[in-house]
């Protein structure tokens, strides 16, 4: 039997990967994975990319299903990622709360994020309804994807803003503040199967697989919480 592809956001690296490989345990069948930032996977499935499972943002899958490139029918939420800071300390209780959010960016040296990409716009747009852009504008510094956390860990920077998924999934890097939903910063992340996986039984099944409540725990250990479709 023909491997199976998938295309996912770098957010959900980790939990994807972990999703995987406990399929292809159960299945005996390979699954090559490809990861991209959230905002490049419309393009690269335009381009085209044919993957069987496409990860993205809803309204790129919508996109996607508006091109013949995606199932309607097979479209299912895979989960809510939350944005974090992130800093090279010992495991805490985050920060919740608007003041003590903004206590922390007003305190901090370098704060560190994705310069492309969903999270790293939306970061922007929270310090703007907290009223904190101007203040802290000579702290802030985009890198590139995969360098905030990686900076962070090694202590290089005082906080990396990142998707929750990403601090977790990071050796060194623990999340000390979770930014409330109401600043708009978490990203919905939806699946289906490409119009090519959707002739395909084996994509069916990881698509299901991926969709299992038996794989609620191990979404919330990762820092990914399930959401109902619109």
Do not use: W
């Not at 381009?47 to 990860?55: K, S, V, Y």
């Not at 508006?66 to 010992?90: I, K, Q, T």
């Not at 994807?145 to 202590?155: F, I």
């Amino acid at each position: 039997m023909t491997a199976l592809r998938l295309i996912a956001p770098l957010a959900v690296r980790a939990l994807v990967e972990v999703l995987t490989k406990r399929f292809e345990a159960g299945h005996g069948l390979p699954v090559f994975m490809n990861f991209a930032l959230a905002p490049d996977i419309g393009e690269t499935v335009i381009g085209g990319d044919a993957p069987d499972l496409i990860i993205a943002t809803p309204d790129v899958m919508a996109a996607l299903i508006a091109e013949g490139l995606a199932s309607g029918d097979l479209h299912r939420p895979f989960g809510r990622v939350s944005f974090a800071l992130g800093r090279s300390c010992e495991m805490c209780d985050p920060l919740r709360t608007i003041p003590e959010l903004r206590e922390l960016l007003r305190n901090a040296r370098e704060i560190v994020y994705t310069a492309d990409g969903t999270g790293g716009e939306r970061f922007l747009a929270a310090l703007d309804e907290l009223g904190l852009a101007e203040e802290i504008a000579d702290r802030l510094q985009p890198l590139a994807p995969g360098e905030p956390a990686r900076v962070a860990a090694a202590g290089k920077v005082d906080l990396a803003a990142l998707p929750l998924p990403l601090i977790l999934a990071t050796e060194g890097l623990n999340p000390v503040a979770l930014l409330p939903a109401g600043l708009g910063t978490d990203v919905d992340f939806s699946m289906s199967l490409s119009t090519r996986g959707a002739e395909r039984d084996a994509a069916h099944d990881l698509l299901n697989h991926f969709s299992s409540k038996d794989n609620d725990a191990t979404l919330k250990r990762h820092g990914v919480a399930r959401f109902e479709l619109k």
